[in-house]
């Protein structure tokens, strides 16, 4: 009897050390059959932020100060005897300075409107004709006077971006300008003999409104985002009206208009929000 009890325990034994091999087998087989799978990382996602446009200025106010070359494209007149037009007065504006002034509203980022009123200080005329006279059959005469204008226009521009702060920009305008012209003196004297003049002729300057155009080309810089300076040309074109009144027999004198290229600084002043805008952050997403 004893015998058979070790019988079983010794087969006992060995079954149990079996099935804990097989089931360790087992376990194994199942773990390698799965494999590691490490935990799931969300990725951010860059999202393209939109992109807005810079705040305009909208309301501003200009001042300016520049030099003027004007080009005088010559005048008619009459005498007795004489057809209209057959007498030419020719002659020469000097250099003159200007100040002007205006309002204007910045429609977007690249348009700008303004009206601006400008006044050419007073600069001298000095003439001459050719013709003949009281003392001789040829002469030339020595024709003095002045002029000044005041201008008013409405310009548009085109803002070219901005590049390092700068701001090229073309424009243009139209409006009218007051001309005025102060008295002209006239003295004619003998081509051979100089010496030998004629009386001195007065003749009542003329004053008028004149159609006037101009185009413009320059440069602003922001020194704030309230004021920014401005630099540029400008070209005017002024048309024709009448210079002088009619006296001692010569009829009244017609001129033909001048083009002036004026070189100009100034300063804008900007009323509301700023042109300037913070840079947007990168928007992240989790997916």
């Excluded at 390698?32 to 969300?42: G, I, K, L």
Aim: net charge negative; with cysteine; aromatic share 14%.
């Amino acid at each position: 009897v004893r015998a058979f009890e070790e019988l079983i325990m010794k087969n006992a034994v060995k079954l149990l050390t079996a099935g804990s091999a097989i089931a360790m087998v087992m376990t194994a087989s199942a773990f390698a059959a799965d494999p590691y799978e490490p935990p799931v990382v969300e990725t951010p996602v860059y999202e393209v932020p939109e992109s807005l446009p810079a705040s305009v200025s909208g309301w501003y106010i200009r001042g300016d100060v520049g030099y003027s070359w004007s080009e005088y494209r010559g005048a008619i007149y009459s005498t007795p005897g004489a057809s209209v037009g057959s007498n030419r007065l020719f002659g020469d504006i000097d250099e003159s300075f200007f100040v002007g002034g205006g309002v204007g509203y910045q429609v977007n980022s690249y348009l700008r409107t303004d009206l601006t009123l400008d006044y050419d200080f007073e600069s001298d005329f000095r003439g001459y004709t050719r013709g003949s006279c009281g003392v001789a059959a040829a002469c030339t005469s020595t024709d003095i006077s002045s002029f000044a204008a005041l201008t008013v226009m409405a310009n548009a521009y085109i803002d070219l971006g901005t590049y390092a702060g700068f701001t090229p920009y073309v424009g243009a305008g139209i409006g009218g300008s007051h001309v005025k012209w102060g008295s002209l003196r006239n003295t004619a004297c003998s081509d051979a003999a100089p010496a030998t003049c004629d009386p001195t002729v007065t003749h009542g300057g003329s004053k008028s409104w004149r159609f006037a155009y101009a185009l413009m080309a320059g440069f602003s810089y922001d020194v704030s985002h309230k004021l920014a300076l401005d630099f540029g040309y400008r070209y005017r074109k002024i048309e024709g009206g009448y210079q002088f009144a009619a006296a001692g027999g010569i009829g009244r004198g017609y001129d033909y208009g001048m083009e002036s290229h004026q070189i100009r600084a100034g300063l804008r002043y900007k009323f509301g929000g700023s042109s300037y805008q913070e840079p947007i952050p990168a928007v992240y997403q989790r997916s």
